[in-house]
T-cell receptor, first 111, second 115 residues
Framework: EDKVVQSPLSLVVHEGDTVTLNCSYEVTNFRSLLWYKQEKKAPTFLFMLTSSGIEKKSGRLSSILDKKELFSILNITATQTGDSAVYLCAVAQGGSEKLVFGKGTKLTVNP | DVKVTQSSRYLVKRTGEKVFLECVQDMDHENMFWYRQDPGLGLRLIYFSYDVKMKEKGDIPEGYSVSREKKERFSLILESASTNQTSMYLC??????????????FGPGTRLTVT
């Protein structure tokens, strides 16, 4: 059975801390891994990773994929209260239009 | 910007009622999806559609049906609402993955309460 596992399930940090969110996967015919941020409403797209070892970066957020070890990490440096959200990891498979989602990591950043 | 809209943000219905949740996207996407999201269970796929009048069951289709008569609109139907269908419902759309992109664009969600 295809699965995507995120850890930790929840995390509480203080503003300015650096956090690392983990996503491991076991899926057939892997194509890409996607990260989303979900605040109170719709998940919004952050990154799509297809190749191992190439870091994607957007401001204080960065992500990298390891296709040999079947995982990805999402790093957030100098966290702010606005980073508080659920972060979702999803995997796209060849031959399917669906995404396989993990259960998410709930990040709380306290002032 | 891709826009996915859902007909209601909050909805309260009684057990046994027929419920329609509507989703509209404006990017001419072929694929549309319905998920429900519950604490501790994450996003679970109910149904998806890859073309007008085409549909496929997701992981939890029981108690739900769907309709896609026009490309931009995908409806989720609860034939006889039950309390265990109280949840957040999210609609999403995407272009076919063969184009190299797999990103799904989500609507704002409908929080349905069945009493």
């Amino acid at each position: 059975e295809d699965k995507v596992v995120q850890s930790p399930l929840s995390l509480v940090v203080h503003e300015g801390d650096t956090v690392t969110l983990n996503c491991s996967y076991e899926v057939t015919n892997f194509r890409s891994l996607l990260w989303y941020k979900q605040e109170k409403k719709a998940p919004t797209f952050l990154f799509m990773l297809t190749s191992s070892g190439i870091e994607k970066k957007s401001g204080r957020l960065s992500s990298i994929l390891d296709k040999k070890e079947l995982f990805s990490i999402l790093n957030i440096t100098a966290t702010q209260t606005g980073d508080s959200a659920v972060y979702l990891c999803a995997v796209a498979q060849g031959g399917s239009e669906k995404l396989v989602f993990g259960k998410g990591t709930k990040l709380t950043v306290n002032p | 910007d891709v826009k996915v809209t859902q007909s209601s943000r909050y909805l309260v219905k009684r057990t046994g009622e027929k419920v329609f949740l509507e989703c509209v996207q404006d990017m001419d996407h072929e694929n549309m999806f319905w998920y429900r999201q519950d604490p501790g269970l994450g996003l679970r796929l109910i149904y998806f559609s890859y073309d007008v009048k085409m549909k496929e069951k997701g992981d939890i289709p029981e108690g739900y049906s769907v309709s896609r008569e026009k490309k931009e609109r995908f409806s989720l139907i609860l034939e006889s609402a039950s309390t265990n269908q109280t949840s957040m419902y999210l609609c999403a759309s995407s272009s076919p993955g063969r184009a190299g992109t797999y990103e799904q664009y989500f609507g704002p969600g409908t929080r349905l309460t069945v009493t």
